[in-house]
């Protein structure tokens, strides 16, 4: 962790590493996975799903400003973020698809969105804020799951390996802790009470096949509001 604290911004502008489609909701996880990232010299493009009205409508707000402080912090240009409305297709997944396997559906999606993304902006990897065993979609078996949607991109995830407590420390001292934890941070916005833990890939492909999946990828991306946060 130390070493983690004591990388000094400047040395970031002259490190060229790859670029990468990061996965920026409101939460206090996403945003300390971003500063990580772009901490050992990846370039960022930021994707943020807007899943109003199932997720409250300031989630969008709240993501963005959280991109825009780890940005400031470390001293770095503007980054190109994806706006992606995903109420609709969450809304869709949940009334097509076994319901306790909707939260896994409606990451894998995200997923196929960001490897869309990735093809379009040369970027080489994605990144995830997970952290194992903190949501259903997040234990060890879904997450394999999940990354089989990706087409083979690699998956970085630079908190699989931390508590909450360093999380949230390194997120003070970022300065994205404040605004993460403010009313109207987004969720997934999935309405299910038993979300499967162990969920397996034939199961999930065979609940997937009543949705037109690449349609649905390629729509987001061409409906998103694409800036500079």
Not at 4 to 18: C, D, H
Not at 49 to 58: C, K, N
Not at 70 to 82: F, G, K, N, Q, W
Not at 200 to 223: F, G, K, P, T, Y
């Amino acid at each position: 962790m130390t070493a983690v604290q004591s990388t000094e911004p400047a040395s970031i502008q002259s490190l060229q590493r790859g670029r990468a489609v990061c996965l920026v909701s409101g939460g206090i996880d996403s945003p300390v996975a971003l500063w990580l990232t772009m901490a050992v010299g990846i370039v960022p493009v930021a994707v943020f799903f807007d899943s109003y009205p199932l997720s409250d409508r300031r989630g969008r707000e709240i993501a963005l400003e959280g991109i825009r402080r780890v940005r400031e912090h470390l001293s770095a240009p503007a980054i190109r973020t994806y706006v992606v409305k995903h109420g609709s297709d969450a809304s869709e997944i949940v009334s097509s698809c076994q319901r306790n396997l909707a939260c896994v559906i409606s990451r894998r999606l995200m997923f196929r969105i960001a490897r869309v993304i990735a093809d379009r902006e040369a970027a080489d990897s994605i990144v995830a804020g997970d952290v194992v065993g903190q949501k259903a979609s997040q234990t060890l078996h879904n997450l394999f799951v999940t990354d089989s949607a990706a087409g083979g991109l690699p998956i970085i995830r630079p908190l699989v390996g931390m508590n909450k407590n360093e999380i949230e420390r390194i997120a003070r001292v970022v300065g994205t802790f404040e605004n993460s934890v403010s009313p109207g941070v987004a969720a997934c916005g999935i309405p299910t009470r038993k979300p499967r833990t162990r969920s397996h890939v034939d199961e999930i492909e065979e609940s997937e096949a009543r949705l037109s999946l690449d349609h649905m990828a390629e729509h987001a991306v061409e409906s998103a509001e694409i800036m500079e946060a």
